[in-house]
């Protein structure tokens, strides 16, 4: 489930219901383009493809200023107009990460975790930190379209992937997340992961949030210490990432954060492009603004130093007008 509806459970619980017909706030750096036209971008696009040298700047300015939804009619615009399949005609031309950046953003956001958790789990080695961020917080119905676009995307089932790659507590914890989307249990002697995974996995947001309330009563320590003293390695982290994501007086914007971290995003640049393409219509910008207060600089300033040409630009796009 998401931050976002977990939020609203808390709210509810503790009797401050949001008031009829008021539009929920939008946190995502991308609007929709009011002015849109497939054709006339398809048409805009096909033309910084056959420029010389190609055009990236007219491509950054089409594909990171409109809405993903627009995007796909761009794409069924352009194969109708031109006969031609955009990502692979883009592909033809484009390199490097910005080539990366320009696709993910033509995939739907079920396709495009799909691909990211099938690029985690190809080859040899596995990326636990791609596969906790997907499935530890994505909701219910984000992932049975993540598990569909999977399985039409690559011909198997996302859980047979799982199973190839991982094994005990920690491909456990990953299928139970994979049926459900959705954890606690401390034992006096040891801990049982089953009661962890079994709990964080099959309880509503709502029921989860009482869970954490209740806890932090109880307990010495608040959940998440808890969870981080009693359990080690990749299930922990998996779990963490959920716990974290879950709990009522924490929020998915601080894991994202953390997570553009120099140690890591500058390192492996499909951190960064993941994190900006799949939140920039959900709450990039709250990202942007706890970014800044975490490290004393904005995300953006950190992209203008660590990363170069095109993609700088792309990437920059994404974050808005900020």
Known sequence: MSPSTVSSSCVLLQGKAPSKGSTPPYYGTITPDPNFSASRDAAALQRAIEAKGVDESAITEILARRTNAQRQQIKAAYEN?????????????????????????????????????????KGLGTNEKVLNEILGTRSNHEIRLLKTAFKEAYGAELEHNIKGDTS????????????????TGEKKIGTVYSVFIDILTSRSEAQLCKIFKQYDKLGTQGFPKALEHEMKGDVEDCLMTLGKCLCC???????????????????????????????????????????????????QEDINVETKGDY??????LCGDH
């Open 168 to 183: 005990g507590h920690y491909e456990t914890a990953l299928l139970a997340l994979s049926k459900q989307g959705t954890m």
């Open 249 to 299: 007086n924490s929020n998915m914007v601080l894991f994202e954060c953390d997570a553009l971290t120099l140690q890591g995003a500058w390192a492996n640049c499909n951190t960064l492009t993941r994190i900006l393409v799949s939140r920039s219509e959900v709450d990039l910008k709250k990202i942007l603004q706890e970014y800044k207060r975490m490290y004393g600089k904005t995300l």
């Open 81 to 121: 107009d031109t006969g031609k399949d955009l990502v692979k005609t883009l592909k033809s031309v484009l390199k490097s990460h910005y080539e990366d950046t320009v696709v993910a953003l033509l995939m739907n956001p079920a396709q495009y975790d799909a691909y990211e958790l099938r690029q985690a789990m």
């Open 312 to 317: 700088v630009k792309i990437l920059l796009a």
